[in-house]
């Protein structure tokens, strides 16, 4: 199954959902002008189908090799990446100082689904790397902006993000690793770090690995946490690659999906001096990192709208050339079927639903790099449900891709069980989405004192009616009781207010689409948004109603049976 970029589908979300015209009449994002608009976007969706997506089955099948020599990448990857890094695809949204673009995040977006769509486990590699890039650009020293940007933006040097430790997985504030001063203003490195993206490959000369660690004498938790700059290799003084860091990657896990993604053990310090360098000040490190966990996390929920197209397209195609069953006296396509038709019309009204999600956060992002405050707050508030939301979503499209095509979906060779497979890890990684829903619960409620959560409730109701406006009111009396509510009642009714904000908010942005449809479209296209729309409406949002109960529930079920019950 091919890879086809759904071109006509993001130009009208960009338009409509993003706002792009509006976006370019800014004198940051000129240069965004329609006709470049349209020559990426095609472009993008051409690298993607032709040089990722031939990829896609090799790298499952093949996936990462380790050795004590490092990491090798199936075979026609470095030649893919190399065509990336050539192509400028990496530079997009990148700061124009550096080799960049300066071309709105909305765009970068839309590559990113591409290639996620193309082939996940490969994309990896350019999400964390522009990860780096922004914590950089918001928390680097001038000279580590000037000796490291360059090439990360342009992708000839990759970036990680090194968190978690065997004994400290979420709970990032019981790590070990050690930073001690040289007195030159580095630090000498030593600890271990698990399940880093693409920690070792052979796709680029150097990774730039951003560690969190802890110096001598600083408190306990995450306020003693300070972020470093370790390279793989130092630096020689003209800039070049010079001695190599003391950077090992130990091993590789061997997991469910994304096969050709590395999820490398490191070792740092262990076999000599380490070296790393102190980005945003020390024992600021979580401030500098969250920066890049946002990043990665608005990118981890766009990977639910890659692998929902792309499975979404397998299913459609499988359904089209199946024959099974008679209606009307004449063998027929799978396609004929109405629970066939319900489980298509489903995945491809979810996946708009998460695409426009994704699109409009990245654009509330470009605004808010503008100066806008309220675009800025309610970037944030969108966060948490970009990412759980939109893997939720990227989760059960998979697993319906699998249904439709019957028997076969659980046979390796149509692929549709490398789609499931592979967004598993979604819902897992940058933060599980038990973690974003009650970041949303915890922190992203009381921004302005309920105020960002208000503005966007009253534009829901402004735009919606029946069931959506409903849901809107809905969400607005929950978080009243869930800011009132014990600290575990909330946490409790969390994730169903979640799923039921993020329904809400995706409601709102369909029938923005729907109402935008003006006859330019073609016919096809027209009809297929008006069906997707109407099922998410009619459907989906009275599904997100029945929650209310889960999220007013509270704590006192889950422990009303003791720890060893439970786990009998």
């Keep these: 199954m091919t890879y086809a970029p759904p071109i006509a589908e993001q130009l009208f979300v960009l338009k409509h959902v993003v706002g792009m015209d509006a976006l370019s009449g800014h004198d940051a994002f000129a240069d965004a002008t329609p006709d470049l608009v349209e020559a990426i976007v095609e472009g993008a969706g051409a690298f993607a189908a032709g040089a990722f997506a031939p990829l896609n089955r090799v790298g499952d099948e093949t996936g990462a090799r380790w050795s004590p020599d490092g990491v090798t990448m199936p075979a026609g990857f470095r030649a893919a990446y190399r065509a990336y890094v050539d192509g400028g695809w990496g530079t997009l949204a990148g700061p124009k100082d550096f080799g960049g673009q300066g071309l709105p995040l909305a765009l970068a977006t839309l590559v990113m689904e591409d290639l996620g769509a193309a082939n996940m486990a490969f994309s990896l590699v350019t999400m964390l790397s522009a990860g780096a890039v922004e914590a950089l650009k918001h928390h680097g020293t001038g000279e580590q902006q000037r000796l490291w940007l360059p090439k990360l933006v342009t992708g000839e040097w990759t970036g990680t993000m090194n968190l978690t430790e065997p004994q400290a997985g979420s709970d990032v504030g019981a790590l070990r690793t050690r930073a001690e001063p040289v007195g030159d203003g580095s630090y000498r490195i030593r600890g271990q770090k698990i399940f880093i993206t693409y920690g070792e490959h052979d796709l680029a000369d150097n990774i730039v690995h951003l560690v969190l660690a802890r110096t001598p004498d600083a408190p306990p938790g995450t306020k003693g946490i300070t972020l470093f700059l370790v390279p793989k290799f130092r630096l020689d003084p003209d800039g070049g690659i010079g001695t190599h860091n003391h950077v090992r990657c130990v091993s590789i896990e061997h997991k469910l ?225 869930l800011a009132a509510a014990p600290m575990d009642d909330r946490l409790a009714g969390s994730y169903p207010f979640l799923t039921m904000l993020g329904t809400a908010a995706c409601g709102w942005l369909m029938k923005r689409q729907a109402d935008a449809l003006d006859g330019s479209e073609s016919p096809d296209f027209a009809a297929m948004k008006r069906a997707a729309v109407r099922y998410y409406l009619e459907q989906v949002v009275p599904e997100a109603l029945g929650l209310a109960a889960q999220a007013t529930a509270g704590a006192e079920l889950l422990y009303s049976v003791s720890d060893e019950a439970l786990a009998g």
């Design 257 to 481: 999906g994304i096969h050709a993604s590395p999820t490398c053990v490191m070792a740092y310090g262990e076999e000599g001096d380490c070296l790393g360098w102190p980005i945003g000040g020390e024992q600021e490190g979580m401030r500098a990192m969250f920066t890049m966990m946002n990043n990665a996390r608005l990118n981890v929920g766009l990977q639910g709208v890659s692998i929902g197209e792309r499975a979404t397209q397998a299913a459609a195609a499988f359904a089209l050339q199946r024959v099974q069953g008679i209606r009307e006296g004449k063998p027929v396509a799978i396609v004929a079927h109405p629970d066939v038709r319900r489980m298509l019309l489903r995945m491809k009204s979810l996946t708009q639903a998460a695409r426009a999600l994704a699109y409009y956060t990245a654009g509330q992002t470009d605004r808010a790099s503008l100066g806008d405050r309220d675009a800025k707050a309610r970037a944030d508030l969108l966060t948490p449900l970009v990412k759980a939301y939109g893997t939720d979503i990227g989760v059960e499209v998979a697993s319906l891709g699998v249904q439709v095509h019957g028997g076969m979906g659980y046979i390796e060779e149509t692929g549709a069980a490398q789609h499931l497979r592979d967004i598993r890890i979604a819902p897992i990684y940058e933060g599980t989405n038990g973690i974003q829903a009650a970041d949303l619960v915890g922190r992203k409620l009381g921004l302005e004192g309920g105020n960002v959560l208000e503005r966007l409730l009253a534009d829901i109701e402004a735009d919606g009616e029946g069931p959506l406006a409903a849901l809107a009111g809905e969400c607005r009396r929950l978080a009243a009781h």
